[in-house]
């Protein structure tokens, strides 16, 4: 008997670092090169060529992967993916902590993917975990042997702190975030009265028996 599979899953959207096959889609490839060069990497003051790049962005089917490689590459300069230098400064000022866990699965099924500090750092614990060794961490983040053996040693040490210590310091942002007591307005008046507590004298001990 034959068995057909099929593979219906549907492709990652992640690209490869030597993955340029994008650029032949852009609308912007069939440009003359001193065109584009002054519609997308325009003078600071140029709102009508910063204006046409947005246009021409913004109908390009690979707007997304355009964005992305200005991203993964630290490409600050000039108008990509539908957004100046200064609409992206934001983006690369915070994009090494960027935790995409598509990156993370992406680096452990063998591509070469870029990866921030912060999914390297993934990258790391999970190999640890999983048991694997310096040598196949250093040739899947493509790094010095003995920098994957620190970076290992680390991974270790965090891994056996939180298994030891688990959530000992995991209501400190709850009790940091509470309001000080101190800081309260004496005239405010209390949510609910204080209920005082009655002294058990003999003769309000009499007085009870009585009662009864």
Known sequence: MRYITTDDAP??????????????RGLCHSMAPEDAD???FPKPRDHQAIAE???????????????????????????????????????HAKVNQRLDYARVRAAF????VHLSDAE????????????WTPERLAHTLRLNLDYARDLMREAA????????YGDLYGNQDEQTSAPDQSDRDDDSEPSS??????????????????AA
Do not use: M
């Open 11 to 24: 492709p990652t959207p992640l690209r490869g670092i030597a993955d340029h096959s994008w650029h032949v």
């Open 38 to 40: 002054k519609i997308f």
């Open 53 to 91: 790049a947005k246009s021409l962005c913004g109908r390009c089917p690979v707007k997304r992967d355009c964005f992305n490689h200005a991203l993964d590459n630290a490409i600050k300069d000039g108008v990509w993916g539908g957004l100046t230098e200064a609409e992206r400064r934001p983006w």
């Open 109 to 112: 099924e063998g591509r070469d």
């Open 120 to 131: 390297r750092a993934a990258v790391t614990r999970h190999a640890y975990v999983r048991g």
């Open 157 to 164: 040490h965090a891994v056996a702190d939180r298994d030891r």
């Open 193 to 210: 009265s204080p209920v005082t507590r009655q002294v058990h004298t003999r003769a309000l001990i009499a007085a009870l028996g009585k």
